[in-house]
């Protein structure tokens, strides 16, 4: 079992930066470093879209085109914790973000599926304006 809380989102103009954390815990007996990570987003109205995932050993990031460039997927293992940087932000990249985590090791996946993942957070809204 894996618990997810986002935080970091909020309003911010067109041009301005967030940073998305996730923090993870980890049932007895596993290790947040075994888990990949994934960050999705929904915009209202719009089906849920894969943005960046971050394989569990650090080793393999993968991003959606249309954030490539501005935003970068991190994560600090002591701290169980995955962060999204978002840098040039536009209007059209409001929507909730979701951090999600799923079995990394031993398994082949492209991280950009919802259904690969088994766990989520909760989202948090990140609001642009223009």
């Known amino acids: 079992q894996v618990q997810l809380v986002e935080s970091g989102g909020g309003l911010v103009q067109a041009g301005g930066s967030l940073r998305l954390s996730c923090v993870a815990s980890?049932?007895?007996?596993?290790?947040?470093?075994?888990?990949?990570m994934g960050w999705f987003r929904q915009a209202p109205g719009k089906e849920r879209e894969f943005v960046a995932v971050i394989a569990w050993n650090g080793r393999s990031i993968q991003y959606a085109d249309s954030i490539k460039g501005r935003f970068t997927i991190s994560r600090d293992n002591r701290k169980s914790t995955v962060y999204l940087q978002m840098n040039s932000l536009k209007p059209e990249d409001t929507a909730v973000y979701y951090c999600?985590?799923?079995w990394g090791v031993g398994r082949s996946i492209s991280g950009s599926t919802e259904s690969e993942y088994a766990y989520w957070g909760q989202g948090t809204q990140v609001t642009v304006s223009s």
């Open positions: 999600a985590s799923t």
């Open positions: 980890v049932a007895s007996g596993r290790s947040f470093n075994n888990y990949n």
